[in-house]
T-cell receptor, first 113, second 116 residues
Framework: AQSVTQLDSHVSVSEGTPVLLRCNYSSSYSPSLFWYVQHPNKGLQLLLKYTSAATLVKGINGFEAEFKKSETSFHLTKPSAHMSDAAEYFCVVSHFNFNKFYFGSGTKLNVKP | DTAVSQTPKYLVTQMGNDKSIKCEQN?????MYWYKQDSKKFLKIMFSYNNKELIINETVPNRFSPKSPDKAHLNLHINSLELGDSAVYFC???????????????FGEGSRLTVL
């Protein structure tokens, strides 16, 4: 069975400060992990993905995530938040054939000026 | 030239009506999906088609019927709409390479269905 838990439903940071969005996963197999971002009234866009290559994955817009098997975590980070980062972020787990994607419940990121 | 487009974007209707949402992708992808996002933003897969063939059919009421006339289109028809069907429905597509799904989903902008 596969599932994802996003530990914070809301995160609020000030512009220019670091961002940390936490995700823990559960998977019976070697997982593939993704982070997607959803801006208001928009579809989801892939930020980055881990598929058993390098454990530190770099994505778009300065985001990165580190796969830690021992902690079953895939936290999303960014060194310096920008106002345009305010959005909903989803952590997603899938199996190797990717036919099923399991979404976390989302973390809403608020960026204060 | 939107990659994954859905119509309509907004749909308001009465309980008991039948409605359809259409989805088209111009990315040449092999696999298409329907996801439902509820009011708490939780996303759940409903259906997945690969080259017009149904490959995933999650626990969805029979009132929901997907149709894929070709691999670029995946439509969703809903009969006898209920209040609980109110949600945002997302269409998505993904590509295969060497027989394996690449794992990246491309989403449409969603169709917000409100049942009164």
């Amino acid at each position: 069975a596969q599932s994802v838990t996003q530990l914070d439903s809301h995160v609020s940071v000030s512009e220019g400060t670091p961002v940390l969005l936490r995700c823990n996963y559960s998977s019976s197999y070697s997982p593939s992990l993704f982070w997607y971002v959803q801006h208001p009234n928009k579809g989801l866009q892939l930020l980055l993905k881990y598929t058993s290559a390098a454990t530190l994955v770099k994505g778009i817009n300065g985001f990165e995530a580190e796969f830690k098997k021992s902690e079953t975590s895939f936290h999303l980070t960014k060194p310096s938040a920008h106002m345009s980062d305010a959005a909903e972020y989803f952590c997603v787990v899938s199996h190797f054939n990717f036919n099923k994607f399991y979404f976390g419940s989302g973390t809403k990121l608020n960026v204060k000026p | 030239d939107t990659a994954v487009s859905q119509t309509p974007k907004y749909l308001v209707t009465q309980m008991g009506n039948d409605k359809s949402i259409k989805c088209e992708q111009n990315l040449g992808h092999d696999t298409m999906y329907w996801y439902k996002q509820d009011s708490k933003k939780f996303l759940k897969i409903m259906f997945s088609y690969n080259n017009k063939e149904l490959i995933i059919n999650e626990t969805v009421p029979n009132r929901f019927s997907p149709k894929s006339p070709d691999k670029a289109h995946l439509n969703l028809h809903i009969n006898s709409l209920e209040l609980g069907d109110s949600a945002v429905y997302f269409c998505a597509s993904s590509q295969e390479m060497a027989g394996w799904n690449t794992g990246e989903l491309f989403f449409g902008e969603g169709s917000r269905l409100t049942v009164l």
